[in-house]
């Protein structure tokens, strides 16, 4: 599959669905995929007739993280196709600055970046096959501002560092268990309840949900930039280590890794 098509855009009855489009890669991110998703979520969050934007991936996974062959074991050495800015990765402001309610249909596996994704979004429905995990300790690295600046929110500031310190792997009832999704769903049903949840919200007044996202965002998270700009920093660095590799090298591998610090 070329560049075309990364992303999907459809709109109906004021509701923006955005769907990962790279099934086969289990809707993996590379740089071209990335792009597509920042253009959707600042077209949905510019588009007058948009109220409400629906984040999902075709089937079998919602997104497994950064494409590890393409970005983390490409040609280039990966610290320097990151660059640092004074905010977070431009998908990730994309998804902040959405000023519409936006709903992540978690229709499978939310590893990486991924989970990070479904954190941008105000509201997580699962489907039953589900599962979530913020696996960038396993790789080496720190996650985006989404591990850092939500999920504590979320889900408690303990529960996120045992999620963030372990890389552990979660399914779609201990999700629910812990309030990081609000509903889980058979897995036939999820865009069926996610439309419908959609529905009730683009019903309102656009200009009143737009504030109340605001006023929302403002009483729980605060700004992130600050944030963004040191985890970009960081993660950079820690692309240069032994065990940034080793992470890679073992999960081309199939094999445990084994890590020295360094």
């Not at 253009?39 to 109220?51: P, W």
């Not at 996974?61 to 040609?75: K, L, N, Q």
């Not at 600046?149 to 009832?173: C, N, Q």
């Not at 509903?183 to 309102?204: G, K």
Request: aromatic share 6%; net charge negative; hydrophobic share 45%.
């Amino acid at each position: 599959m070329g560049d075309a098509g990364l992303v999907l855009y459809d709109v109906r009855d004021h509701i923006a669905t955005i769907t990962l489009n790279r099934p086969e890669r289990r809707n993996a991110l590379n740089y071209p995929a990335y792009a597509a998703l920042e253009a959707a979520l600042k077209r949905a969050s510019s588009e007058n007739d948009v109220r409400c934007v629906i984040v999902t991936g075709a089937d079998p996974a919602f997104c497994s993280g950064d494409d590890v062959r393409e970005i983390m074991a490409g040609p280039k050495p990966v610290e320097t196709q990151v660059t640092v800015r004074h905010a977070p990765t431009p998908a990730a402001m994309a998804a902040l600055d959405c000023e519409k309610p936006m709903i992540a249909a978690v229709n499978g596996a939310a590893i990486g970046w991924g989970m990070e994704l479904a954190l941008y979004a105000d509201i997580r429905i699962a489907s039953d096959k589900a599962s979530f995990s913020e696996m960038f300790i396993k790789r080496g690295l720190i996650c985006d501002v989404g591990g850092f600046y939500r999920l504590p929110a979320v889900v408690g500031p303990a529960k996120a560092a045992e999620l963030l310190f372990t890389g552990d792997v979660i399914d779609a009832d201990e999700a629910l268990r812990i309030n990081l999704v609000s509903e889980v769903t058979p897995h036939e049903t999820l865009l069926e309840r996610a439309n419908a949840l959609a529905a009730r919200i683009a019903a309102n007044p656009p200009l009143a949900l737009r504030y109340m996202k605001q006023g929302l965002r403002r009483a729980a998270y605060g700004d992130p930039k600050e944030l963004g700009s040191w985890a970009i920093e960081t993660i950079r660095a820690l692309m240069k280590t032994e065990d940034h590799k080793e992470g890679v090298a073992s999960f081309l591998e199939k094999r445990e890794a084994k890590f020295s610090g360094r």
